[in-house]
């Protein structure tokens, strides 16, 4: 049984947004779906500090939150433009992605993610966070397929 926590009556989807194609196209159906269901739609992006092996190479100049915030920022941007149907809130958290989004899942009507982001194997039908999530998050999970590829990288538009 899932324990949804109290949002004072506010459905709430949460989406986990990286800045690629997917995850544009999971924010854009967290949106159709809130406006549906008269949600709210909490946009999440998780940043880490990048791993090193061996000699750690300096990277003193990056802040990794104003990258993550300007991700989403951007990504909410170009999805729903101008035109805001549904209350969309951004959320930006250090940490593991799939952590973060099981985590944000507490108390969530539901949890979408894109079938991949921008991790190594695109080839793959779902990346290691949304397959993290499938099997770990804490209310329904949907996992969206971005409409740019379809099977064999053919144009599914």
């Given at each position: ?7 004072g009556?506010q459905?709430?989807i949460?989406v986990g ?9 999971a ?5 159709g779906?809130?406006?549906?269901t ?5 946009a999440?992006?998780?940043?880490e500090?990048p791993?090193?092996y061996?000699y ?5 100049d990056?802040?990794?939150?104003e990258l993550a915030t ?6 909410i941007?170009e ?14 958290m250090e940490g ?6 099981v985590?944000e899942?507490?108390?969530?009507d539901?949890?979408?993610?894109g079938n ?5 194997f695109?080839?793959a ?19 969206i ?5 379809g ?6 538009r």
């Amino acid at each position: 049984m899932t324990v949804q926590a109290d949002n004072g009556g506010q459905r709430r989807i949460v989406v986990g947004v990286d800045g690629s194609v997917p995850s544009k196209a999971a924010l854009a159906w967290a949106v159709g779906q809130a406006w549906l269901t008269g949600a709210l739609v909490e946009a999440v992006i998780a940043w880490e500090f990048p791993a090193t092996y061996g000699y750690p190479v300096p990277v003193s100049d990056v802040n990794w939150m104003e990258l993550a915030t300007q991700a989403v920022s951007d990504a909410i941007a170009e999805v729903v433009g101008g035109t805001e149907r549904v209350k969309i809130t951004s959320k930006v958290m250090e940490g593991n992605a799939a952590q973060v989004l099981v985590k944000e899942s507490a108390g969530a009507d539901l949890l979408v993610v894109g079938n991949r982001g921008h991790g190594g194997f695109v080839e793959a039908l779902l990346g290691s966070t949304g397959q993290h999530c499938v099997h770990h998050a804490r209310c329904p999970v949907v996992v969206i397929r971005d409409s740019l590829t379809g099977p064999a990288g053919d144009d599914a538009r």
